[in-house]
């Protein structure tokens, strides 16, 4: 993705905690956007965050640090439907830029 | 309320070729934006239309081009298709096209070019 940054792939066991980063150009950023891909499916919506600090969703959660360009997505008590691809999005303008996804492999 | 959908699912076409995708968005969402998605590329903004003008653009050739009709329905054509063309094709529309409003994607056109 342009100029957005997250792990290509992760590995985790079942039960666990992971956390997927991601850093994006702070120039023109309005919001961050977490989204799920199951492979063949479409992406949906996980997390909006605008403001710095931690939004959490049951077992989701996202963290947005503006001054650093930097967000995160942490998943808890992980389940074998937690494999996926995350996609990283930022907003600027309407227009949404991606980041290229992290394939996400939860193992028993 | 029915999600976005697109159609083909599914489409083979040659070299030289050129393709039109379709999509209906979520009803009363008035954005729609068209994604080309690829294995090494990741999700590559095309273009977003609201209330039938191009509003935003993506870096792609002029090759790739797009419409909205007055009921939100859009289209998307790629004309002179090449083989680097081949990827999932996904729309996504939202209510205003605002900032802070998440994308509801369809199922994607799987688009192959031999």
């Known amino acids: 993705g342009q100029n957005i940054d997250q792990p290509t792939e992760m590995t985790a066991t079942e039960g666990a905690i992971v956390q997927i980063n991601c850093t994006y150009q702070?120039?023109?950023?309005?919001?961050l956007f977490w989204y799920q891909q199951h492979a063949g499916e479409a992406p949906t919506f996980l997390s909006y965050n605008v403001l710095d600090g931690l939004e959490e969703k049951g077992r989701f959660s996202s963290f947005l640090s503006r001054s650093k360009g930097y967000s995160y997505l942490l998943l808890k008590e992980l389940q074998m439907k937690d494999s996926a691809s995350y996609l990283c999005?930022?907003?600027?303008?309407?227009?949404?830029?991606f980041g290229d996804g992290t394939t996400l492999t939860v193992k028993p | 309320k029915a999600g976005v959908t697109q159609t083909p699912r599914y489409l083979i076409k040659t070299r030289g070729q050129q393709v039109t995708l379709s999509c209906s968005p979520i009803?009363?969402?008035?954005?729609v934006s068209w994604y080309q998605q690829t294995p090494g590329q990741g999700l590559q903004f095309l273009f977003e239309y609201f209330s039938e003008t191009q509003r935003n653009k993506g870096n792609f050739p002029g090759r790739f081009s797009g419409r909205q009709f007055s009921n939100s329905r859009s289209e998307m054509n790629v004309s002179t298709l090449e083989l680097g063309d081949s990827a999932l094709y996904l729309c996504?529309?939202?209510?205003?096209?605002?900032?802070?409003?998440?994308?509801?994607f369809g199922s994607g056109t799987q688009l192959s070019v031999l």
């Open positions: 996504a529309s939202s209510l205003g096209g605002q900032v802070n409003e998440k994308l509801f």
């Open positions: 999005a930022r907003t600027n303008a309407g227009k949404s830029t």
């Open positions: 702070t120039s023109g950023f309005n919001g």
């Open positions: 009803s009363g969402h008035r954005s």
